[in-house]
């Protein structure tokens, strides 16, 4: 079974700086996606980011940006110029790429409280 | 484009009675997952629907149990319900259909609280 640690329950950045929120993972798999949540008040999850495991390229979309590292099971999100509005519970996750059986679950960390100070 | 919707937003249930929750998927969606979000466990998988059939099923005793309609709306039972089934649920809808297709769209979520 696939395993999703977040190692940091909450972090907190200045409001305009860079933080990085980390993510580790287990799985015996080769093929698979990676995704970043966020979470604010609201409850709705939305999808900050997603990564294809077969591609070595990091993804990246406006400020937010991945660090996957493949072969140490890693897979961090990095925000650049926090804005207040970031401010939410983010989730790393897992998906199998397989087309049966465990396809479209996700597998989730704990999940890290980020807080951006003004 | 409509999003997902998920109805009641609230609820509140007295131990040993039985819950229905609802979920309206994106239109064209065909899957419907449901998780439980606890402060203690965090986002756990329910099971998921595809085109009215159960294609997955978490670690969740037989009390949890779902359906899928033909217009791809799903619901999800919980009978006999323990002070520890309260908890966010959220439901989320993909495609379904390719594995690349990958995104799934999450609902507000149903707060259930059990007294």
């Known amino acids: 079974a696939q395993t999703v640690t977040q190692s940091q329950p909450e972090m907190s950045v200045q409001e305009a700086e860079t933080v990085t929120l980390s993510c580790t993972y287990d799985?015996?798999?080769?093929?698979?996606?990676l995704f970043w949540y966020k979470q604010p008040p609201s409850r709705q999850m939305i999808l900050v980011i997603r990564?294809?495991?077969?591609?070595?390229q990091n993804a990246t979309e406006n400020r937010f940006s991945v660090n996957f590292q493949k072969a140490a099971k890693s897979f961090s999100l990095k925000i650049s110029d926090s804005q207040l509005g970031d401010a939410a519970m983010y989730f790393c996750?897992?998906?199998?790429?397989?087309?049966?059986?465990?396809?479209?679950?996700?597998?989730f960390g704990k999940g890290t409280l980020l807080t951006v100070n003004p | 484009k409509a999003g997902v919707t998920q109805t009641p937003r609230y609820l509140i249930k007295t131990r040993g009675q039985q819950v229905t929750l609802s979920c309206s998927p994106i239109?064209?969606?065909?899957?419907v997952s449901w998780y439980q979000q606890t402060p203690g466990q965090g986002l756990q998988f329910l099971f998921e629907?595809?085109?009215?059939?159960?294609?997955n099923k978490g670690n969740f005793p037989g009390r949890f149990s779902g359906r899928q309609f033909s217009n791809s709306r799903s619901e999800m039972n919980v009978s006999t319900l323990e002070l520890g089934d309260s908890a966010l649920y959220l439901c989320?809808?993909?495609?379904?259909?390719?594995?690349?297709?990958?995104?799934?769209?999450f609902g507000q979520g149903t707060r259930l609280t059990v007294v």
């Open positions: 799985t015996s798999e080769s093929d698979y996606y």
């Open positions: 989320a809808s993909s495609r379904g259909i390719d594995s690349w297709n990958t995104e799934a769209f």
């Open positions: 996750a897992y998906r199998s790429a397989q087309m049966m059986g465990s396809n479209y679950k996700l597998t």
């Open positions: 629907y595809f085109s009215e059939t159960q294609r």
């Open positions: 990564q294809e495991a077969y591609k070595q």
């Open positions: 239109s064209g969606h065909r899957s």
